[in-house]
């Protein structure tokens, strides 16, 4: 009765004679198990560097924004609606019975993106407006917002 043999086994042990002893493969698989724990801190290390990267891009960071509002000392009320693709993120509601100030701030966290600003102001007599902006999130420094109509 003959020995029952895998072809794969039979292949493979003639590919092993045919790699020399000192050829690159040896050395490598020598490489590979002289260092393998090594290898292996590396291989993660690099793994949780991309990690870091690929989310510490999304991680909302602190703006801050100007706002310079058109007769100002009139405005006694500023709502601020920030949205992203149609949808708003943010929305803050600013009174000021005396009149807004020349400069207002606002501060807040984004994600990295664009960013639509709505704001609607309403003056002393109740007569509101509407204005527009755009941001870019993150900034570095303040950022002043151009309102427009």
């Known amino acids: 009765m003959r ?4 072809p794969d086994e039979d292949a493979l042990e003639d590919d092993e004679e045919d790699l020399e002893p000192d050829s690159f493969f040896w050395r490598a698989v020598d490489f590979y198990g002289k260092h393998r724990r090594r290898l292996a801190t ?11 990267v690929t989310i510490g ?11 310079r509002f058109p007769d100002h000392a009139s405005v006694v009320e500023a709502t601020i609606e920030y949205s992203q ?4 993120v943010r929305e ?20 990295p993106g664009d960013y639509d600003v709505d704001v609607w102001l309403v003056d002393r007599e109740g007569e ?3 204005l527009r902006g755009a941001v870019t999130a993150p900034a570095d420094g303040v950022v002043r917002v151009r309102l427009r109509e």
């Open 42 to 52: 590396l291989t993660v290390g690099v793994f949780l560097v991309a990690v870091a």
């Open 57 to 67: 891009g999304a991680i909302p960071r602190e703006v801050d924004l100007d706002y």
């Open 92 to 111: 803050v509601t600013l009174r000021w019975p005396e009149g807004a100030p020349g400069l207002v701030r606002d501060t807040l966290d984004l994600s």
């Open 3 to 6: 020995p029952v043999v895998d």
């Open 85 to 88: 693709e149609s949808e708003t």
């Open 128 to 130: 509101g407006r509407h």
